[in-house]
């Protein structure tokens, strides 16, 4: 079956970094892309990005072009999402999906299989 | 950047009872629209895709509708687990965007 399974709870200091993995199962992983999407607490979903696992190419909301970097390692059919300057508004549930389609197909942007999230905390 | 617009905000059903929630585009989407439900504590679930292709495993009193900029999700009869969140999405261009969601709760 379809899994993502994503890394744990995490807790940051304001300025700092932080790195979340989601680990692939039950599917080609590069035969798809990933999507990022955040949702702070008692917000709605707020989109971040998307990258091909099949060669890396990445869409990004302008809202994170400079502070976002998406990867992926196909060897381990890991996405990883790196978001860097964190501040107490970067405090919210990460959630990893799998896009529908194929990477070059018309569906490739729905996400059709989540991750169950990662809730990171930014605070002093 | 396309801003999706969702009204109502809250939706007061009763079990049994037919919801209509909709869904707005700022710029035509053509038929590039996805429905989400997502449940307190749980990641969302893809509902619909392509305006009103129900995804594998929806039950039939879900339907979509819409192209353009107007789009509308239907649930025939409420059952107790249609409690929730509903978000749609565009995907029309490659900077997705999400509505800010509609809750459908018991009347």
């Known amino acids: 079956q379809i899994q993502l399974v994503q890394s744990g709870a995490e807790v940051k200091n304001p300025g700092a970094s932080v790195k979340v993995s989601c680990k692939a199962s039950?599917?080609?992983?590069?035969?798809?892309?990933i999507s990022w999407v955040r949702q702070a607490p008692g917000q709605g979903l707020e989109w971040m990005g998307w990258?091909?696992?099949?060669?890396?190419?990445?869409n990004r909301a302008q809202k994170f072009q400079d502070r976002v970097t998406m990867t992926t390692d196909t060897s381990t059919s890991t996405a990883y999402m790196e978001l860097r300057k964190l501040t107490s508004d970067d405090t919210a549930v990460y959630y990893c999906?799998?896009?529908?389609?194929?990477?070059?197909?018309?569906?490739?942007?729905?996400?059709?299989?989540w991750g169950p999230g990662t809730l990171v905390t930014v605070s002093a | 950047e396309i801003v999706m617009t969702q009204s109502p905000g809250t939706l007061s059903v009763s079990p049994g009872e037919r919801a209509t929630l909709s869904c707005r585009a700022s710029?035509?989407?053509?038929?590039?629209l996805a429905w989400y439900q997502q449940k307190p504590g749980q990641a969302p679930r893809l509902l619909i895709y392509?305006?009103?292709t129900r995804a594998t495993g929806i039950p039939a009193r879900f339907s979509g509708s819409g192209s353009g900029t107007d789009f509308t999700l239907t649930i025939s009869s409420l059952q107790s687990e249609d409690f929730a969140i509903y978000y749609c999405?565009?995907?029309?261009?490659?900077?997705?965007?999400f509505g800010g969601g509609t809750k459908v709760e018991i009347k």
């Open positions: 990258i091909s696992a099949f060669n890396g190419n990445t």
């Open positions: 999906a799998r896009g529908h389609g194929y990477v070059w197909g018309d569906y490739r942007y729905v996400s059709d299989y």
């Open positions: 392509g305006a009103s």
């Open positions: 039950g599917y080609s992983f590069t035969n798809h892309g």
């Open positions: 999405q565009q995907y029309n261009s490659w900077l997705l965007t």
């Open positions: 710029q035509s989407i053509s038929s590039n």
